[in-house]
T-cell receptor, first 118, second 110 residues
Framework: NAGVTQTPKFQVLKTGQSMTLQCAQD?????MSWYRQDPGMGLRLIHY???????DQGEVPNGYNVSRSTTEDFPLRLLSAAPSQTSVYFC?????????????????FGPGTRLTVL | AQRVTQPEKLLSVFKGAPVELKCNYS??????LFWYVQYSRQRLQLLLR??SRESIKGFTADLNKGETSFHLKKPFAQEEDSAMYYC????????????FGTGTQLKVEL
């Protein structure tokens, strides 16, 4: 299994540009999430999904859109990039209630995407 | 709303010294607490969770509901323990939502 994969690893955008950060997992996990990591702020939840076709907002959703058309993929779209969105973005997944109890709560993280908005 | 506090941004200890990374939380319900670790240039990974009362890589953490704390401890620090450590809280019925603290950078010096 590749686990959770993210592309690209690095990206530089100009203010106002749009782009999509890709996230995929091959573990058949129901739950997927997007976080951003900023110095002194820890990880903050942007959006999450509890299954295909179901998404919801996290702590800092403004400026981002998500969709979950398949179990495997959970792309994050930046509609109009702003310098405040310069960050490292992590995608994560975990099994739902059908998983084994000890794996139920563990989140698996992707390697991250480092985004700079000029 | 739930909150996780890690008061130390940086903790520097000598190899062989005891380590304690502090974590306090606020949540009115029944919490599930975790410690995640991020080694240099690697992805975050689960270190341990309170529910399984495990010891991983010599680290332990006890949930103290009275003090609302979940401090991470290790009796003898090793150089390979140098990393960023995040405490996280999962709320009951919260779907996939984990609330993270701001993290503590542990540096183990020789």
């Amino acid at each position: 299994n590749a686990g959770v994969t993210q592309t690209p690893k690095f990206q530089v955008l100009k203010t106002g540009q749009s782009m999509t950060l890709q996230c995929a997992q091959d573990m058949n996990h129901e739950y997927m999430s997007w976080y951003r990591q900023d110095p002194g702020m820890g990880l903050r939840l942007i959006h999450y999904s509890v299954g295909a076709g179901i998404t919801d907002q996290g702590e800092v959703p403004n400026g981002y859109n998500v969709s979950r058309s398949t179990t495997e993929d959970f792309p994050l779209r930046l509609l109009s990039a702003a310098p405040s969105q310069t960050s490292v973005y992590f995608c994560a997944s975990r099994p739902g209630t059908s998983g084994r109890i000890y794996s139920y709560n563990e989140q698996f993280f992707g390697p991250g995407t480092r985004l700079t908005v000029l | 709303a739930q909150r996780v506090t890690q008061p130390e941004k940086l903790l520097s200890v000598f190899k062989g010294a005891p380590v304690e990374l502090k974590c306090n939380y606020s949540y009115s319900g029944s919490p599930e607490l975790f410690w995640y670790v991020q080694y240099s240039r690697q992805r975050l990974q689960l270190l341990l969770r309170h529910i399984s009362r495990e010891s991983i890589k010599g680290f332990t953490a006890d949930l103290n509901k009275g003090e609302t704390s979940f401090h991470l401890k290790k009796p003898f620090a090793q150089e390979e323990d140098s990393a960023m450590y995040y405490c996280a809280l999962r709320v009951t019925g919260g779907g996939n939502k984990l609330t993270f603290g701001t993290g503590t950078q542990l540096k183990v010096e020789l």
